[in-house]
T-cell receptor, first 109, second 115 residues
């Protein structure tokens, strides 16, 4: 079957750095996405990786290793507004998005 | 990107009734999807809305319960039929503006509570 694993919840301190991991086993691979979802709101797109390596976008970076079926989202200089759920999703061979359960990130002052 | 609106934004409904949710996109999009997200859970794909033909439903979802229309490339509706409290959820419209390599975008969601 298809499976995406990410931690259920993480806690970090304002101003610090946090890394949210995602491992996947899917039938085929056509890209990995990270979305941010604040409580009660729709998911918003953060990043997309299709090749191995690191993609940096401001305070957020996303890394992919296709051989390991592994990705992480790195958030630097954490702000209170970064408290949200972070969803990892992979496009399989049918270009369907397979979603992880999401990681709830709690930022403490 | 695409700007997506949904109506209604929220509703409280009685058991046994039906609710139709509308999704409007500001540009023509290749693919439209309907998702459900129950409290504290991740996204579950209900179906892909196909323009001019019947929707493609995922396992566990059937047309009689969740009829979908897509009359053109900018609009779709999802009906939740014969509702029960278990249907209380957030229903999200999502679009893929271009090809399959594109990013998927989400509407603001419809929060449904069934009493």
């Amino acid at each position: 079957g298809q499976n995406i694993d990410q931690p259920t919840e993480m806690t970090a301190t304002e101003g610090a750095i946090v890394q949210i991991n995602c491992t996947y086993q899917t039938s085929g691979f056509n890209g990995l996405f990270w979305y941010q979802q604040h409580a009660g709101e729709a998911p918003t797109f953060l990043s997309y990786n299709v090749l191995d390596g690191l993609e940096e976008k401001g305070r957020f970076s996303s890394f992919l290793s296709r051989s390991k079926g592994y990705s992480y989202l790195l958030l630097k200089e954490l702000q209170m507004k970064d408290s949200a759920s972070y969803l990892c999703a992979v496009k399989d061979s049918n270009y369907q998005l397979i979603w992880g359960a999401g990681t709830k990130l709690i930022i403490k002052p | 990107s695409a700007v997506i609106s949904q109506k209604p934004s929220r509703d409280i409904c009685q058991r046994g009734t039906s609710l139709t949710i509308q999704c409007q996109v500001d540009s023509q999009v290749t693919m439209m999807f309907w998702y459900r997200q129950q409290p504290g859970q991740s996204l579950t794909l209900i179906a892909t809305a196909n323009q001019g033909s019947e929707a493609t439903y995922e396992s566990g979802f059937v047309i009689d319960k969740f009829p979908i229309s897509r009359p053109n490339l900018t609009f779709s509706t999802l009906t939740v039929s014969n509702m029960s409290p278990e249907d209380s959820s957030i229903y999200l419209c999502s679009v893929l503006p271009g090809g399959e390599w594109e990013t998927q975008y989400f509407g603001p969601g419809t929060r449904l509570l069934v009493l």
